[in-house]
Every structure is written in structure tokens, then in C-alpha cells.
């Protein structure tokens, strides 16, 4: 227990202060205790669906976290926790309202304070657009990881693998996403449809732009070290994590919304749930639990592919952030219930799940 509080010690004390700067705002603006109450509980549930809708983000953070320079995992750990809670949770919804109203930061604030009803209409209206770059951007992460040829372990065999054959065609993931892209803006009004296909176009350069740096970075050191296996570390990757975990915060922002308009509220909620993927993030580095469950990855993996077809989708359809947050963590779930089996057998082909 001891060891495990280690890891969510630093989650929880902040927890506790955000929850404590609920109560205190709810009392400062209702003067009741139903008011603070009711405020405090809205907090409550959106640190709960900031954390069901990241959890296969921490898992995929771990991933790519684990070859990373000790020195750039410490700054993602550090950095990058400033950056999720105030960046993503509280800059980038001002950002969306500044740009699209056409308006400075601080009147942006302003509108969120005092006229949140308008704050909300502006930033709901930007959905589209973050729709399609967010949603292109999690599909590259989630395809690049199955069409991948050196991919030997497959947990859903029958579809993995034919994923697997399809690998040696070159860019097949950038013709799927944008095969995607076409499908769904046809569905659309004209406007919508090219709002959404640039935005879209935009995340897959992003995430060929990211990826093209570390390469090059990568390359650098290796020629520096002239040994080693090539791992991404370094500035590529921390920049690649910090894109990687704004895709993963777009679709929490947004469906804050449903629960609260009022932006003090939705950024001490959201923020309690970032702190908490940090310190899974943490765990699963640090304890080696992906080494130790071998299909955990492939469920987070299939649960972005999932996150990405409905932020896809959503521009035509609205599936509710609690259906998005159950698919991943029923993913992640199984796939962690298979590798405890496969421990169990100790077998030396790993166990697949047949489609």
C-alpha cells in the first residue's frame, strides 16, 4: 500500500486542494451549501471522466515514456503536467474563444466569467474543427502501432494480423485516415465539410511533423553515441507526448460542457483528472507493468483507434463522453484480464484473442 501511495501521493494532496477551492468558490458565488454542494459534486464527476477518457492515454504514455532519456522523462513529468493542466484545461478553451470571436485573452476570460452561456456557444462551435484534427491525429497513433511489420505479438490474432500483412504498404495508415476524412465530409454541408477536412489534414501533418522531427533527433544522437538502439528521446519525444496528450484532452474539454459552462469549474475538475494520468503514467514506467502484462499496450492501442472514430464521427453524430470513457476502459480492461491469463500459462507462444 505504502509503495503504491508513492505514486498518487503528490494526485491526491492536489485533489484535495482543488476540491477545497470548489467548495470555497461555491460558497463565494451561491452563499448556500445545496449551491456549494451541487458545484463540488460537478467537479467531483469531471475528474472522474477526465480519467476514464485518459486512461489508455497514460498507458500510451508509458509506451513511448519508457525509451525516453531519463533527463526528458523527468521534464514530461514536470513540464508536461504544467502544461496539461494549464494549458490544455484552461489556456486552450480561452484560445478557442479569443480566435473565434475575434477578441483578446483577457476579454475572453471576461465572456467565460461573466457570460458563460455565450463562452460555451463559442467554444461548442469550435467542435468540428477540433473533431477532425484531434480525431486524424489519434487514428495515425492507433493505426501506426498495428500496421507495423516488426509487430510480432498480436492479442486479437484474426485482425492484427491482417493488419499486420497490409504493413509493407507504404503510408496504408495516411490513406486510411484520409479515406476516413473524405467518407465523413461528404455527410456534411459544404462549409462544415471543408472546416473539418482541413482540420483533419492538419492533425496528419502534425503527427508526420512530430514524428519528422524526432527522427531527425534521433538520428543525430545515434551518430553521437555510435551504438545503442534507436529509441525516441529527447526534445522529439517530449514534443510528440505533449501533442499526443492535447489530442487525448480535446474531447474531455469539450464534453465538460455538458456538466458545467462555468470555467473555474471545469478546469479544477479536468485538472484533478490530469494529475491522476500523470501518476499512472509514473506507475506504469516505473514498475515496468506494460513488460509484465504483454497486451496491455494492444487495449489501449484499439481503445485510441475507438476514441478516434468517435471524435470522427461525432461531426455528424453525438456519442456521450460516457460511452466514450466505458469503450476504453472495457478495452483496457480485457486486455489486461488476457495478460494475466497468459502470465498464469507462462506459455511460450503467447495466448491470442480470436475474432
Excluded at 471545469?266 to 507493468?289: D, N
Aim: net charge negative; glycine share 10%; proline share 2%.
Amino acid at each position: 500500500m505504502a509503495t503504491l501511495l508513492k505514486y498518487y501521493k503528490a494526485s491526491l494532496i492536489f485533489t484535495l486542494i482543488c476540491f477545497a477551492l470548489a467548495a470555497w468558490y461555491g460558497w463565494e458565488t451561491t452563499g448556500t451549501i445545496a449551491g456549494t454542494a451541487s458545484l463540488l459534486w460537478i467537479v467531483v464527476v469531471l475528474s472522474i471522466l477526465e480519467v476514464s477518457l485518459s486512461f489508455d492515454n497514460a498507458v500510451v504514455n508509458a509506451t513511448v515514456l519508457r525509451d525516453m532519456d531519463p533527463v526528458w522523462q523527468q521534464r514530461f513529468l514536470t513540464w508536461g503536467i504544467a502544461i496539461a493542466v494549464f494549458g490544455m484545461r484552461i489556456v486552450f478553451p480561452i484560445a478557442i474563444v479569443a480566435i473565434a470571436a475575434n477578441i483578446g485573452p483577457m476579454e475572453a476570460i471576461t465572456l467565460s466569467l461573466n457570460n458563460p452561456e455565450e463562452y460555451e456557444r463559442i467554444v461548442s462551435g469550435a467542435h468540428l474543427g477540433i473533431a477532425g484534427f484531434g480525431g486524424a491525429f489519434l487514428a495515425m497513433v492507433g493505426l501506426t502501432f498495428f500496421f507495423d511489420s516488426d509487430k510480432d505479438v498480436h492479442w486479437i490474432a484474426a485482425l492484427e494480423r491482417v493488419l499486420n500483412k497490409f504493413s509493407a504498404v507504404p503510408a496504408i495508415e495516411i490513406a486510411v485516415v484520409l479515406g476516413a476524412l473524405y467518407g465523413i465530409s461528404t455527410m456534411l454541408p459544404l462549409d462544415d465539410a471543408h472546416t473539418f477536412l482541413v482540420s483533419g489534414v492538419l492533425g496528419l501533418l502534425t503527427y508526420i511533423g512530430v514524428h519528422a522531427l524526432g527522427a531527425i533527433i534521433e538520428a543525430r544522437e545515434t551518430r553521437k553515441k555510435a551504438a545503442g538502439e534507436m529509441v525516441r528521446s529527447g526534445l522529439g519525444g517530449f514534443l510528440y507526448l505533449e501533442v499526443l496528450d492535447a489530442s487525448f484532452s480535446f474531447d474531455g474539454v469539450i464534453g465538460a460542457f455538458a456538466l458545467s459552462n462555468n470555467m473555474i469549474v471545469i478546469a479544477l475538475g479536468l485538472a484533478v483528472g490530469a494529475m491522476f494520468v500523470r501518476s499512472i503514467t509514473i506507475h506504469l514506467v516505473k514498475t515496468g507493468t506494460l513488460n509484465q502484462y504483454r497486451y496491455l499496450e494492444h487495449g489501449a492501442f484499439w481503445a485510441i483507434i475507438v476514441l478516434a472514430g468517435i471524435m470522427l464521427t461525432s461531426a455528424i453524430w453525438h456519442i456521450p463522453e460516457t460511452i466514450t470513457g466505458l469503450l476504453g476502459a472495457t478495452l483496457i480492461g480485457i486486455s489486461f484480464w488476457w495478460s494475466v491469463r497468459y502470465k498464469r500459462k507462462h506459455g511460450e507462444e503467447p495466448e491470442t484473442l480470436e475474432a
